[in-house]
């Protein structure tokens, strides 16, 4: 009987894949084993479909900082931040794993960093989001209606233009338009409201 040779499996995603979730996931919820899973076969998904890349998965050559990035920055776009992150989280448990098995010397997820999010409302009112406010109390009698808006500006300023039959929506708010808006005429003239 002649020994045949048995085909190795150490290159192939999957395999990387088991490998790592039986070393670092066995006590974690089935839940959590689950979305690692699909989010590292997702990704090496789509690396081994990138130019130069074959089907077999060499961690060495083809886990790199730059395709983690393109990855992040480009596939992942229209994604959330907080889904990205994620995603750059489980990547990185991933190379740090390989890191333990002495198949790479590097972390590639490590130093990414996703760019600030921007505040959705100022904290502090403006002068012209006093008056705004203030005029839409006064005018308009909602006074029970607006103590609830208290908190964002544009969301009183959609609300009254909602109220008017404009056709402002929350995306067409910003602090020049604020300023400049019909809804805000007058705005130098104006005392504050507190």
Same mark, same amino acid.
């Given at each position: 009987?002649?020994?045949?040779?048995?085909?190795?499996?150490?290159?192939?995603?999957?395999?990387?894949?088991?490998?790592?979730?039986?070393?670092?996931?066995?006590?974690?919820?089935?839940?959590?084993?689950?979305?690692?899973?699909?989010?590292?076969?997702?990704?090496?998904?789509?690396?081994?479909?990138?130019?130069?890349?074959?089907?077999?998965?060499?961690?060495?050559?083809?886990?790199?900082?730059?395709?983690?990035?393109?990855?992040?920055?480009?596939?992942?776009?229209?994604?959330?931040?907080?889904?990205?992150?994620?995603?750059?989280?489980?990547?990185?448990?991933?190379?740090?794993?390989?890191?333990?098995?002495?198949?790479?010397?590097?972390?590639?997820?490590?130093?990414?960093?996703?760019?600030?999010?921007?505040?959705?409302?100022?904290?502090?009112?403006?002068?012209?989001?006093?008056?705004?406010?203030?005029?839409?109390?006064?005018?308009?009698?909602?006074?029970?209606?607006?103590?609830? &808006?208290?908190?964002?500006?544009?969301?009183?300023?959609?609300?009254?233009?909602? &109220?008017?039959?404009?056709?402002?929506?929350?995306?067409?708010?910003?602090?020049?338009?604020?300023?400049?808006?019909?809804?805000?005429?007058?705005?130098?003239? &104006?005392?504050?409201?507190?």
């Amino acid at each position: 009987m002649v020994d045949q040779e048995i085909p190795r499996e150490t290159d192939e995603p999957t395999s990387w894949i088991d490998r790592y979730g039986a070393s670092r996931l066995a006590f974690k919820r089935e839940t959590t084993r689950n979305t690692y899973t699909i989010i590292l076969r997702q990704f090496l998904t789509w690396l081994s479909n990138l130019p130069g890349h074959e089907l077999s998965f060499n961690p060495a050559l083809d886990l790199t900082q730059t395709a983690v990035q393109t990855y992040l920055f480009g596939e992942l776009t229209g994604m959330s931040v907080s889904h990205r992150e994620r995603v750059k989280s489980i990547l990185s448990s991933f190379a740090e794993w390989l890191i333990d098995e002495a198949v790479i010397t590097r972390n590639p997820a490590r130093g990414i960093e996703f760019p600030a999010q921007q505040l959705l409302a100022p904290r502090e009112l403006e002068t012209s989001q006093r008056y705004l406010l203030k005029e839409l109390i006064e005018s308009e009698d909602l006074r029970g209606e607006a103590r609830p &808006c208290l908190r964002s500006a544009t969301t009183l300023v959609a609300a009254r233009a909602t &109220c008017a039959g404009s056709d402002w929506t929350r995306s067409t708010i910003s602090r020049r338009n604020l300023a400049t808006s019909p809804l805000a005429t007058n705005v130098g003239n &104006c005392a504050p409201l507190f």
